[in-house]
């Protein structure tokens, strides 16, 4: 599969649906993640509530952005801290890189940052000849196989146990460690010794934020493995990298989204770590680092603030949508090939990247609303799946056949009756071409569709036909009363 | 960071970033106005909805917080008195084989118990270093709606002694354990009171359980880079209770 394509969405898909370790490790998705979330949601009798309110919040702030921001920075510095506006992806990266030489390093330690697959910092970093170490397991992973994150909180969910073994022999066998590993515990070990060394030899640790708080200038991330913390204790710079709309009032208001966070995300009632870090190390303080920056980064942000998918930036990253979407569950996240994916994706994505190189993917959904109904802040994300196809229709992006076959349906779709005349016929017409088997093996123009299955034949009667049927015999009926 | 090529670098993102969000808004920046009223409400920061399992008695909090703690695999052990925390922890020790050099937080209170009473341990003071295994620390409060402690940096609790020991242990006073994460941060408000606001120490950690991954084939595990357990060592003291 080529990663990072999202114009052969397609393709990709077709290698992942064929790919059986694939499937094997999406399937356990399905059989634990979904479960496991509306469980946490059932203990919690106020889920429901809080998760509106964290709606409302998300809303307040958007509306108020450049105040919430400028509060963050003042009260960010007043702790001793540095923020860094940045409105592109290389403003980023430069900055971070500046901050890097500062102290001449040579490695940094990462916590799992999703912002910094978006401005694809790894990458710039080695560039610039500074090694960039994951050390979230996930991420550590696929660093190893040299991948992109398939999942926006499990980014390894893709690989099974057996392909995690053989890259850990793989790569591990030059350290000392040449026996392959086929147990869990015995692996997460592994790794755990490798990459503790690490943590101490770094110069620098990045980490994301999932939160910021105006109030105190503070920020949050929220983990289960302590690597995150490692990071951004042990060496002598933490810098945060986060997006604008990260951030919320107080904490107390940061409390809120807390409480919904883990449990949409892995069904856990609270992540194990959720640490808030406020400004360098103080006087007295025996540990921590000597100096905090915050890259706060646009990248699009600002444009989709009155636009129809500003609801997207309410998004908290839970990957609840993901989790329950078929279409995910079917080609995973690499088949997007973008940073972000799943349904959560499929709307972000367009927005970052510019509606013609992404039109796959609001197109990759049955628009079934499973992601609208499990997503913590109630982002409508079919309705803004339908607008970027829309967008990317008026753009003149989709090709001349199905701009035809559009064109075509909506001919007939804003002539009620050639449609209904239009659909008698090619009920009747496909009924006698099933007759014999009541149904159909081959269909011209939908040949995609009946390659991979039958189309059972329709019964002789339209929808439109059998609905004025009911309404009259329902009158019948009630006038009979 | 200084020198004012990057302070103005830094400014025209600054001023880009603040004008494109007014533009899309539709609106200038806002008035003073306005400004006052946000400022109030933060500086009024209200609790949003707290969760009924948050509030009620103290007693059934105390309940719910070992229940909570349990289930995110920490281990609690109730004592009676402060003075009997060092034998706990080092029968503790003794009970999983663990080792006995303990590091343990520079806490006044904490390192005034008697730790010679247990002739096994041997005990330092001090910041985790990557060879240390096993760290005792106090910590600011413990929340019953998830089980979870909360952590203060300062000279008294390095971060460090959180994370680096591959075993963590807690001692808890009863009078620190609250209902809701609210309760924690007014506690707090009032702790680090500075003029009209308070002062956020360097780290506030909230730990729930010790540390987990899930990352290999969504088979949960522990320790992964974080304390493979966590033992909390509750003195049932009933003292101080609000």
């Known amino acids: 599969m080529e990663f990072m394509n999202p114009g052969i969405f397609k393709e990709n898909a077709r290698t992942a649906l064929a790919d059986q370790e694939l499937r094997s490790a999406m399937a356990m998705l399905n059989a634990g993640m979904v479960p496991n979330r509306q469980a946490a949601v059932d203990r919690l009798p106020e889920f429901a509530l809080l998760s509106q309110r964290g709606r409302e919040l998300k809303d307040h702030v958007l509306g108020k952005l450049d105040f919430y921001l400028e509060r963050f920075e003042r009260n960010c510095k007043a702790a001793g801290g540095h923020v860094h506006w940045c409105a592109t992806p290389e ?9 890097c030489r500062s102290v001449g390093a040579k490695t940094v330690t990462k916590g799992k940052s999703m912002i910094a697959e978006e401005i694809h910092l790894n990458e710039f970093l080695e560039k610039h000849d500074i090694e960039p170490v994951e050390t979230d397991l996930g991420e550590y992973i696929i660093q190893l196989a040299q991948e992109p994150p398939s999942h926006i909180i499990g980014p390894a969910i893709h690989k099974t146990k057996d392909q995690v073994s053989d890259l850990f022999l793989q790569h591990h066998a030059k350290l000392g460690r040449t026996e392959r590993q086929t147990e869990p515990p015995k692996m997460v070990n592994e790794a755990r010794e490798i990459l503790r060394q690490k943590y101490f030899d770094a110069d620098v640790g990045i980490t994301g934020a999932n939160y910021l708080i105006a109030e105190t200038g503070s920020s949050i991330i929220v983990t289960n493995e302590g690597n995150g913390d490692l990071t951004q204790t042990l060496p002598k710079i933490h810098i945060v990298v986060a997006s604008l709309e990260k951030v919320v009032p107080t904490l107390e208001d940061a409390t809120t989204f807390l409480r919904i966070l883990a449990r949409s995300a892995t069904g856990q009632e609270f992540s194990a770590y959720t640490t808030i870090s406020t400004g360098p ?9 000597g100096e905090y920056h915050v890259i706060l980064l646009d990248n699009g942000r600002s444009a989709m603030l009155g636009s129809e998918v500003q609801d997207m930036l309410r998004c908290i990253r839970c990957g609840a949508c993901m989790n329950h979407c078929p279409v995910y569950q079917s080609v995973g996240g690499h088949t997007y ?5 799943g349904p959560m994706g499929a709307v972000l994505s367009p927005a970052l990247l510019g509606v013609s190189d992404t039109r796959h993917l609001p197109c990759a959904s049955t628009l079934c609303g499973r992601c609208e109904e499990v997503c913590p802040v109630s982002i409508p994300l079919p309705r803004l799946l339908r607008q970027w196809r829309e967008r990317s229709f008026e753009a003149g992006d989709v090709p001349a056949l199905e701009r035809w076959g559009l064109s075509f349906w909506a001919f ?6 050639l449609y209904d005349l239009a659909a008698r016929l090619a009920v009747r017409g496909l009924r ?7 149904r159909l093996h081959k269909l011209w123009f939908a040949g995609g569709w009946t390659d991979g299955r039958d189309l059972p034949a329709p019964e002789g009667r339209t929808f439109q036909e059998r609905w004025r049927r009911q309404q009259r015999d329902l009158q019948r009926g009630g006038a009979a009363r | ?23 899309s808004l539709g609106r200038p920046a806002l008035s003073a106005e306005a400004r006052h009223e946000l400022d109030d409400h933060i500086a009024k920061h209200r609790a949003n909805l707290v969760p009924a399992r948050g509030k009620g008695e103290h007693a059934a909090q ?11 695999a920490c281990t609690v052990e109730v004592v009676a008195d402060e003075a009997a925390v060092p034998g706990a922890v080092a029968d503790y020790l003794r009970a999983n084989n663990l080792p006995t050099q303990v590091t343990l937080a520079p806490d006044e209170w904490l390192c005034g118990l008697d730790w010679g009473s247990q002739s096994m341990l041997e005990t ?10 096993v760290s005792v620390t106090p910590a600011f409060a413990g929340v019953a709606e998830t089980g979870t402690l909360v952590a203060l940096s300062g000279k008294s609790h390095p971060t460090t002694l959180n994370f680096v020991p591959d075993y963590h242990v807690v001692a808890l006073r009863a009078s620190q354990v609250v209902g809701a994460y609210e309760e924690v941060w007014a506690r707090l408000r009032k702790a680090n009171k500075q003029g009209r606001g308070f002062v956020m120490p360097r780290t506030v950690n909230m730990i729930t359980g010790p540390s987990r991954t899930a990352d290999i084939a969504l088979t949960l595990e522990l320790g992964a880079h974080g304390p493979r357990s966590l033992h909390i060592v509750l003195i049932d003291d009933q003292t101080g209770q609000d």
Request: hydrophobic share 35%; no cysteine; charged share 30%.
């Open chain 1, 91 to 99: 403003d980023a990266q430069q900055a971070v890189l500046k901050i």
């Open chain 1, 281 to 289: 190390r103080r006087p007295d303080d025996v540990d921590g680092p």
């Open chain 1, 337 to 341: 090939g973008t940073v972000y994916v």
């Open chain 1, 412 to 417: 007939f779709a804003r002539r009620p009756w």
């Open chain 1, 432 to 438: 006698y071409l099933g007759r014999r088997q009541g």
């Open chain 2, 1 to 23: 960071m200084t020198g004012g090529k990057t302070d103005r670098g830094a400014n025209s993102g600054r001023q880009a970033i603040l004008g494109a969000i007014r533009q």
């Open chain 2, 62 to 72: 105390m309940e719910r917080f070992q229940e909570m703690a349990r289930a995110a």
């Open chain 2, 124 to 133: 330092k003071q001090g910041a985790a270093g990557i060879e240390d295994m």
